[in-house]
């Protein structure tokens, strides 16, 4: 059965997952395009249900499925070219805890889509424990659609600052600030948390305090910074060159 009504219930529940509210309070947010529901499904996510848009004529998965008539498919979609698939996923339950190798701390990152891209590169880098204190929910569609698939295969322990520094108890932080030294010459510990901090205001004190090393990426003109996503995906790569070479 086709459902035509945005009143429908469990259309209600599906669009309000495009919202911070409606996310925390069902526990749950979307993944949308057939290549995220694809992998959200194959590293072992929890979906919870698939919304098809009427007609679709892709892959069906062994999900509960609604079909939802194109208008009121469109309300649900956060996309501005829907493919015609969503998936609502239960936000895996992360406590922060002590981490397994080098990781991120995201300290008030306030741009889900510099959320997502972060998250992204992380991914590919081998960062695989983001902490996030006081950043855009990284489970917003906006963030979601930037990470390309990355929110599946981190894992993003939030919390108050102080609730994640006892989980990095022991792990030397390094701070990525303009007035530090050269990051391309720095020589980092052998497991390290990497710190980002906010577009506009950087690095909380909390955090400099906190953080046993400071560095920044020389910049060449009269360029001043690097967007907060770039400056994280450069950090990560050359930090991890220089601690595998020991420069």
Do not use: W
Not at 40 to 68: F, K, N, Q, S
């Amino acid at each position: 059965m086709v459902i035509t009504s945005k009143q429908n219930p469990a259309v209600k529940e599906l669009a309000s997952l495009k919202e911070k509210k409606g996310r925390r309070e069902r526990g749950s947010f979307l993944v949308e395009g057939v290549k995220m529901v694809s992998e959200c499904a194959a590293c072992g996510m929890e979906i919870v249900r698939i919304a098809l848009r009427e007609g679709y004529e892709g892959e069906r998965l062994p999900y509960p499925t609604l079909e939802l008539g194109a208008e009121v498919f469109r309300h649900i979609s956060d996309e501005k070219a829907p493919q015609g698939i969503v998936a609502e996923v239960k936000i895996p339950c992360c406590a922060p805890e002590p981490p397994q190798k080098s990781c991120l701390f995201l300290d008030g990152v306030a741009d889900p889509a510099n959320v997502g891209a972060i998250i992204r590169t992380a991914a590919a880098a081998g960062y695989e424990e983001i902490y996030l204190a006081d950043c855009a929910d990284p489970y917003a569609p906006k963030s979601v659609r930037a990470s390309m698939s990355g929110v599946f295969y981190t894992k993003l322990m939030r919390g108050m600052r102080e609730e994640l520094f006892e989980a990095l108890r022991g792990i030397p932080m390094i701070a990525a600030d303009m007035d530090g030294e050269d990051a391309f010459s720095f020589l980092p510990p052998e497991k390290f948390c990497l710190c980002i901090g906010n577009e506009g205001n950087g690095l909380s004190d909390a955090v400099r305090k906190r953080a046993a090393y400071t560095v920044a990426i020389p910049m060449e003109g009269r360029m001043e910074s690097l967007n907060a996503a770039v400056s994280a995906s450069v950090l990560m790569y050359f930090l991890k060159k220089n601690k595998e070479k020991g420069i």
